[in-house]
């Protein structure tokens, strides 16, 4: 079994900042990317940043410039570093592994719980 737990959301004035971490445990072989996804009322959820294993990154236009993913591969932990934040990044934030098991040949998607993220004065 693969889990994948979220933590770090909560209540933030715009402008101001949050770290989300997430972490992977479990019987994992090895975990191809890792990255952030969210999901606002009454949308789709949508991409905000991944890292694959070797590092590259990937981000939405929308967080460029302001939002910053790391991994810690030794500790298949992830971190989402948001600054600079706005209303408009108000969502349930949810973490993303695509992770290949003991015993599996290819990789499947985990999910975590999501975590809540309010920007609001």
């Known amino acids: 079994q693969v889990q994948v737990v979220e933590s770090g959301g909560g209540l933030v004035q715009p402008g101001g900042s949050l770290r989300l971490s997430c972490s992977a445990s479990g019987s994992i072989s090895s975990i191809v990317i890792m990255g952030w996804y969210r999901q606002a009322p009454g949308k789709q959820r949508e991409l905000v940043a991944t890292i694959a294993s070797g590092g590259r990154t990937n981000y939405a236009n929308s967080v460029k410039g302001r939002f910053t993913i790391t991994r810690d591969n030794a500790k298949n932990t992830v971190y989402l570093e948001m600054n600079s934040l706005k209303p408009e990044d108000t969502a349930t934030y949810y973490c993303?592994?695509?992770?290949?098991?003991?015993?599996?040949?290819?990789?499947?998607?985990?999910w975590g719980q999501g975590t809540q993220v309010t920007v609001s004065s």
């Open positions: 993303n592994g695509f992770i290949i098991a003991v015993g599996s040949r290819w990789p499947t998607d985990y």
